[in-house]
């Protein structure tokens, strides 16, 4: 149970340097846990929860908000009772940093990969709708998982592509306020405008970046060896960075 709602949840099998993952958008643990979860495992344990309306945990009538899916983030990093790095992609992403910004204490570390601190940082695209090319797929992926099966998959769509609509609405002034230590990966193709990308990386006061070539959001199952590489860099090496040339750096540092 996680804030009263039945979830599904991988937790890590021992204490120690431990890493929770959080899925994307209309997605599960499922794709991380394929993806980069066996190459991380080789050095961290590694946790992971089904959101609300998301894989193996059934939904509720209430809509999606990012506020709400913070909500679910602290108090299943509560229930583990430890300081965790927080790898998420997408939303999963976006939820790490505002987990980061509102709970530091609960956060060591924050990888990003391909999110967006902004609405306005998609790239646009043709609406996704219950008659786009690939829904029906999508609706037959989601139902495999879902207790809710088939039927609710519109309904889960529509929740999602309305918070798309609208959130998040995070400004670099917000995100100045982020203190732990963030890593900021996108494909160099992404759903999220390079611009943007680099405008997040760029807003947070203890951010490294890493745009990974010739791939798109799905980047950890492009290049996943790739990613598993700069991620265990990024989780273990010392910090602050040393540089031969620092420029950004040297005007933060001072």
């Known amino acids: 149970m996680l804030n009263g709602h039945p979830t599904w949840a991988r937790l890590p099998k021992k204490k120690g340097p431990t890493v929770l993952l959080l899925h994307g958008g209309m997605s599960s643990s499922r794709s991380l846990l394929k993806s980069i979860g066996p190459g991380l495992s080789e050095t961290f344990r590694v946790a992971a929860f089904d959101r609300r309306g998301h894989g193996r945990t059934a939904d509720t009538d209430a809509g999606f908000h990012y506020d709400d899916m913070v909500d679910e983030t602290v108090s299943f990093l509560e229930y583990l009772g430890r300081r965790c790095h927080v790898i998420g992609h997408s939303d999963g992403g976006i939820i790490a940093l505002l987990v980061a910004q509102r709970r530091p204490d609960l956060v060591k570390r924050v990888i990003a990969v391909g999110a967006n601190f902004h609405f306005n940082g998609l790239v646009p695209m043709a609406q996704f709708d219950t008659s786009s090319e690939g829904y029906e797929q999508w609706a037959q992926k989601y139902a495999q998982l879902s207790p809710d099966g088939l ?60 745009i990974v070539p010739g791939t798109s959001h799905a980047v950890l199952k492009e290049r996943t060896r790739e990613s598993v590489r700069i991620m265990r860099h990024f989780l273990l090496s010392k910090l602050p960075v040393t540089t031969y040339m620092p420029v950004r750096r040297a005007l933060t540092d001072s």
């Open 151 to 210: 039927e609710h998959a519109a309904s889960v769509l529509e929740k999602t592509m309305a918070m798309f609509a609208s959130e998040p609405a995070l400004s670099a002034s917000d995100l100045s306020t982020l203190t732990r230590p963030v890593l900021v990966m996108s494909g160099d193709d992404d759903l999220i405008t390079l611009e943007h990308t680099c405008a997040l990386y760029q807003a947070l006061p203890n951010a490294q970046l890493a």
